[in-house]
């Protein structure tokens, strides 16, 4: 149970809670009094529901001989009318003369519904024929209704509860039984009638109902002639149907399901109606009434052992927890002019996954998204686009972390899906996430497009993107990317660590920025293997360590397939791109060229446009690191990390320090 459904605050969880929930609390007391009491709820409910269930059945005792006496009666009426106008081996059964003994027994007691029969054969033009002779069809579909008015009129009472429940028990069998179960379930197919006698406009009248007609409004058809009856009856003598009403030829039961009903029913034969029964009514209500099916998706609801894993990836411990920064993270975008591609962010931490998110929007942005329309107007997005934008940003970076072969979205199911135990610190993030595991990249498009709104607006989105990341690639599988498999996603002080930024960018957790992979000499033999990035990436990375020779950011980073670049400064990351995919492709042209800068934490209002010169201004370059001494911007260290001997031009933007 705590696994199929978990607790939540709106549990019960005492028995005192339970009793005044059920109003139980004098059957409770009750229960205390007596010599030897119940020690559960659950017997003493089961001693009440059984003692009601015996003043029940006392109750409507009655009820029921009135309503077996009213079937046999008319049982009676219509093999009698039969027996004046035919003869067959039918009505020398034993079955026949069993009910014919009956009926004598319980003649002289006359049930209104006899009554009610009588008088609908004497106002028929015909009425000078005996009662006992076979009337014609309209008198037959007369009969039939009165008769399933009469015994509906009993059992509207009191026994509506019942009703199903004896027909399925056999207490009530026959024409009028089925007829009752018909209207009362109205459902479109029924199991053969178990009576002796069956009538064309009998099986007119079910198939009206199968067509979802209302019987009390049906006109009578034309009178019929008795061949349809005599059919019935020499099908029986041929073996084809049983004395039940159920057909023996295999062969003939599946050339009759496999007949699509005529647009006529005066036509309609006996045989030709296919009688069936579904016992769970409730499971039709689930079946789709679209002409195409829904495509079935693996949602896997999140268990202990993956949350476990889950936070040793991401924090090496279980007992860590996402901070509040990253609670209240999510992928809102600016509202400013200009900036309304741009990712807001709220405070410190997540700010790797953001920037990693933002430079893939822009990617779809501008160089997915077609378009003539000047650098403004392309920037001045609308908010469909950007959300647009931002599904397929979340598509491409999860279908690459899946190594394009699979991906899984994480989902915020807003309940808890499984109750800790043992060393495991909740933080009601993971316990109410499921996730949705998919094959195709269309199909995780359509996913995202779906569920866009949770990374957009929810409270979760940083989160969910990074455990969807995380899924996506494997635990196992970022450990071996790890150079160290004890490392970690997310580092001191809710710092995103390059293992999570590499993730996002390329695929992989790897911890380098190197190209390809590098082996150290360990001694004795020995190499210490050092992996990198393995080809170039559509995004690229600059960063302030290179600048202080801590690293070596290689040219599948450095020369990405487009002018988008993350920026690692001072413990921090930010975008910066270039709106000509020329600048990826054609160096002739980096003589000079506009880049655009934005960072999600610095609460921009406006757009900052930087102008790069290159190795033309080498000497202006130098005089100018000579007159400001350690007051150059850390973004342009970084930017001549790629360009060297650039200089930069903020503008008339003030430069950020």
Not at 187 to 208: G, M, Q, V
Request: aromatic share 6%; net charge negative; hydrophobic share 35%.
């Amino acid at each position: 149970m705590d696994e199929e459904l978990p607790r939540t605050n709106s549990s019960v969880n005492n028995r005192s809670d339970l009793r005044r929930i059920l109003h139980l609390e004098g059957l409770y007391k009750q229960n205390k009094a007596e010599e030897h009491p119940f020690k559960s709820m659950l017997e003493m409910i089961v001693k009440v529901r059984m003692s009601e269930g015996d003043k029940t059945k006392i109750r409507h005792h009655g009820e029921k001989e009135a309503q077996s006496m009213e079937q046999t009666m008319s049982i009676d009426m219509s093999v009698k009318s039969e027996l004046g106008c035919m003869e067959s081996p039918l009505y020398d059964s034993p079955r026949f003369s069993e009910i014919n003994s009956v009926s004598e027994l319980i003649k002289p007691s006359q049930t209104p519904s006899e009554k009610t029969l009588k008088k609908s054969f004497a106002v028929h033009p015909e009425s000078e024929r005996s009662e006992h002779c076979l009337p014609s069809s309209h008198d037959l579909i007369t009969v039939s209704k009165e008769g399933f008015l009469s015994e509906k009129n009993i059992l509207d009472t009191d026994s509506k509860k019942n009703r199903s429940s004896r027909i399925r028990r056999g207490i009530m069998t026959g024409p009028i039984a089925s007829s009752l179960q018909e209207s009362s379930r109205r459902r479109p197919a029924r199991k053969a009638p178990s009576s002796l006698t069956a009538t064309t406009e009998d099986c007119r009248e079910s198939a009206n109902w199968t067509n979802g007609l209302n019987t009390t409004n049906t006109k009578s058809n034309p009178p019929a002639s008795l061949e349809g009856e005599s059919s019935v009856l020499s099908n029986l003598n041929k073996g084809i149907i049983d004395h039940n009403g159920h057909e023996k030829m295999p062969e003939v039961k599946h050339r009759l399901k496999n007949s699509a009903p005529g647009p006529k029913l005066d036509g309609l034969h006996v045989l030709e109606m296919v009688l069936d029964d579904i016992e769970n009514e409730e499971s039709l209500c689930n079946v789709p009434r679209t002409s195409m099916p829904e495509r079935s998706l693996d949602m896997t609801p999140m268990d202990q052992m993956t949350a476990t894993a889950l936070k040793e990836i991401i924090f090496g411990s279980p007992m860590a927890c996402f901070t509040e920064e990253w609670k209240q993270q999510n992928f809102t975008f600016s509202d400013a002019p200009g900036l309304k591609y741009g990712i807001v962010q709220n405070k410190g931490g997540p700010c790797g996954v953001l920037a990693a998110v933002q430079a893939f929007v822009l990617l779809n942005l501008l160089f997915e998204e077609s378009s003539s329309d000047s650098l403004d107007e392309r920037l001045e997005v609308s908010n469909v686009l950007r959300t647009k934008c931002l599904s397929r940003a979340l598509a491409d970076i999860l279908w690459r972390a899946g190594n394009m072969k699979r991906a899984a979205v994480a989902i915020n199911t807003g309940r808890s899906l499984f109750i800790p135990i043992g060393r495991y610190k909740t933080d009601g993030i993971l316990e109410m996430i499921t996730y949705v595991t998919v094959e195709t990249l269309d199909d995780l498009t359509l996913v995202l497009e779906k569920h866009v709104r949770q990374f957009e607006s929810g409270p979760f989105g940083c989160i969910l993107l990074t455990i969807s990341a995380i899924l996506s690639r494997t635990t196992a599988i970022i450990q071996s990317d790890m150079d160290v498999p004890n490392s970690t996603l997310i580092g001191a002080h809710g710092y995103c660590t390059q293992e999570l930024v590499n993730l996002l960018l390329c695929g992989r957790a790897v911890s380098n920025v190197f190209d390809d992979e590098m082996k150290l000499d360990s001694g004795n033999g020995n190499f210490t293997l050092l992996k990198g990035i393995k080809s170039r990436c559509n995004i690229g990375l600059l960063s302030l360590f290179e600048h202080y020779n801590i690293c070596k950011v290689g040219s599948h980073l450095k020369t990405p397939k487009f002018p988008i670049w993350v920026v690692c400064s001072e413990s921090h990351f930010s975008v910066l791109f270039c709106p000509s995919e020329d600048l990826a492709t054609n160096h002739s042209k980096e003589e000079e060229f506009d880049l655009y800068y934005y960072d999600g934490l610095a609460n921009q209002q406006e757009p900052i446009r930087l102008t790069v010169y290159s190795e033309s201004c080498a000497a202006e370059s130098a005089q100018r690191d000579n007159a400001d001494g350690d007051l150059i911007p850390p973004l342009e260290l970084c930017i001549r990390t790629k360009w060297r001997n650039a200089v930069v031009s903020w503008n008339d933007t003030d430069p950020i320090l």
